[in-house]
C-alpha cells in the first residue's frame, strides 16, 4: 500500500506562485510513477502534469509553461511548481500514483492511478 500526502495549497493573488508537495510513503521500495490533478467544483477532474518512468514531464495545454513538475527521489517527495497563477487555477489538487513497473507511467488517464491524496486547496483570486 502507498499513502500520499499533499501540501503547500493556499490562497494567492493572480500572478503569484505556489509550490505543492506530495510526501510518498509506505510498502514501495522505488518511488512510483506520478501525477498531479485536480478538480474545481462542478467541474470534471483534470490531469495537470505527469513524469515518466524517464522523469520526462508532459503538462496540460493549460498550464504549460506557467507549472512545472518535478521529484525527490531521495526525499520521496513529488512537487508542482505553479507559477503565473491564474484565477482558472482554483481547485483542489491531487497526486495520484502507480506502480513504476506500469506500462501506464506518464499517462494522463486518471483511471490508471492506483494511488490518490486528500488533496490540498488551491484558491487564486484575482
Known amino acids: 500500500q502507498v499513502q500520499l500526502v499533499e501540501s503547500g495549497g493556499g490562497s494567492v493573488q493572480a500572478g503569484g506562485s505556489l509550490r505543492l508537495s506530495c510526501a510518498v510513503s509506505g510498502n514501495t521500495p522505488n518511488m512510483p510513477c506520478m501525477a498531479w490533478f485536480r478538480q474545481a467544483p462542478g467541474k470534471e477532474r483534470e490531469t495537470v502534469a505527469s513524469?515518466?518512468?524517464?522523469?520526462?514531464?508532459y503538462y496540460s495545454a493549460s498550464v504549460e509553461g506557467r507549472f512545472t513538475i518535478s521529484r525527490d527521489g531521495a526525499k520521496r517527495e513529488l512537487y508542482l511548481q505553479m507559477d503565473s497563477l491564474k484565477p482558472e487555477d482554483t481547485a483542489t489538487y491531487y497526486c495520484a500514483a502507480l506502480p513504476r513497473s506500469s506500462d501506464y507511467c506518464g499517462t494522463f488517464r486518471s483511471d490508471r492511478y492506483m494511488y490518490w491524496g486528500q488533496g490540498t486547496q488551491v484558491t487564486v483570486s484575482s
Open positions: 513524469l515518466t518512468r524517464r522523469d520526462t514531464p
